[in-house]
C-alpha cells in the first residue's frame, strides 16, 4: 500500500517563518528621536495599534485626561493623533490670544470663554475660577504635571494634533491662532479613515 | 509623569545602557512595568525606599 503525499499547508511553519523574517528588525539603523516615523517603526516590529483621541472638550479635567493618555501613548512608542474639535480646539489656541474670530458673535464666543491650555474652566465646582486656582495647587503640591506641561511633553514626544477644519471656520479661527507644531487641519472622514485602518478611537 | 520622563531619558541613551528612575508616585510600579512590556525595554531591578519607588531600566 502506498501513501500519497501532497503538500502541506503548515500554520505553525509558517507563522515561524513570519517572525524570522521580522527577526531582521532588531539589525534596524538606529531609530529618530521623535515623530511619526519612529512609532511606525515601533508598529512594524510589534504590529501595536495606532491611538486617536479626539478631544471634543474643553472642560479642564477631560483636556487633563486627554493630555495625560495621549502623552503616555506618545511615551509607550504608540502613533498618536490627537483630533481636536468644537471646545477642544479652543485649547490649542495660544494662551496669548484674547479675543478671536471674525465677526461679533466669534469674538463674543472667545469673549465669554478665554481660548488657551492655561485657561480651562471646570465643568463643575467651577467658582468663578477658584475651583481650577485649587486644582492647581493640588496638582503642583502633589507632582501631577500640569495641562500645559503634558501637552509641551506630548508634542516633544512626537503626539499629533489635528484641529478640525470645520470648527476652526465656525469659530473664525486662524492658524496663527493656534499654538506652534499643529498638524494640518481635516474634517471627520479622516478621522473616521483613521478608524477604520488601524486607530483605537477615544472620544473625550 | 514618570512614564513621559522615563521614555524621554531613555531616548538619550545608547541600545543596552540603563537609566535609574526615581518616582514618588505608587502607580510608578505598574506603569513601569506597562511601559517596558509595550516597548521592550528591560526592567533590570525594581525597589521601594520608604517612598520612593526606584527602578532600572535598560535599553533594548
Known sequence: MTVATRPTFDPLAEAIGALEGLSDLADLPELPLAGPERASAVDDAKKLKDILIIDYSGDLEKVWAALILASTSGAMGVRTRVFVTFWGLQVFVKDSVRITGQNWMQKMLSAMQRPGVSHRKLSKMNFLGMGPWMMGRLAKQYGVASPRELLEAAQALGVEFIPCQMTMDMFGLKASDMIEGMGEPAGAATVIGLMTENSIPLFI | MPIVKTAQAVRTLAS???????????????????????????????????????FVIRRK
Do not use: I, M, N, Y
Request: proline letters at 3%; one cysteine or more.
Open chain 2, 16 to 54: 543596552g545602557a540603563a537609566v535609574e528612575l526615581l518616582a514618588t508616585d505608587p502607580g510608578s510600579t505598574k506603569d513601569v512595568a506597562a511601559w517596558c512590556r509595550v516597548t521592550g525595554h528591560e526592567l533590570l531591578e525594581q525597589s521601594v525606599e520608604g517612598t520612593v519607588f526606584r
